[in-house]
């Protein structure tokens, strides 16, 4: 089974920076898609920003120009670099990744989340 943990969390004050780390594990044939979504308290669960596994990059608006997602040279971590944090951004940030066993099963994984907390 793939398995992502998430690391990197915490709390920071408005306008610091957190980098956010998601390991992956498992046996992946083939990845359609990796990112990271977010939840606060009372509200759906939302794309933050994610990446294809052609490079193309996707920001939910609110976090364009702040946030920046990468993957690592071994293609086992994926990175979210959050600069200018604002209280706004305070949620539990989750790791998503989408691709295939094998030719037949496909599969979507998420992490166990990681807190943010942005407060002064």
């Known amino acids: 089974q793939v398995q992502l943990v998430e690391s990197g969390g915490g709390l920071v004050q408005p306008g610091g920076s957190l980098t956010l780390s998601c390991t992956v594990s498992g046996s992946i044939f083939s990845t359609v898609a990796m990112g990271w979504y977010r939840q606060a308290p009372e509200k759906e669960r939302d794309l933050v920003a994610r990446?294809?596994?052609?490079?193309?990059?996707d920001y939910a608006d609110s976090v364009k120009g702040r946030f920046t997602i990468s993957r690592g040279d071994t293609k086992n971590t994926v990175y979210l670099q959050m600069n200018s944090l604002k209280p706004e951004d305070t949620a539990v940030y989750y790791c998503n990744v989408v691709g295939y066993y094998n030719y037949l099963r496909s599969f979507d994984s998420w992490g166990q989340g990681t807190q943010v907390t942005v407060s002064s």
């Open positions: 990446m294809t596994a052609g490079g193309s990059t």
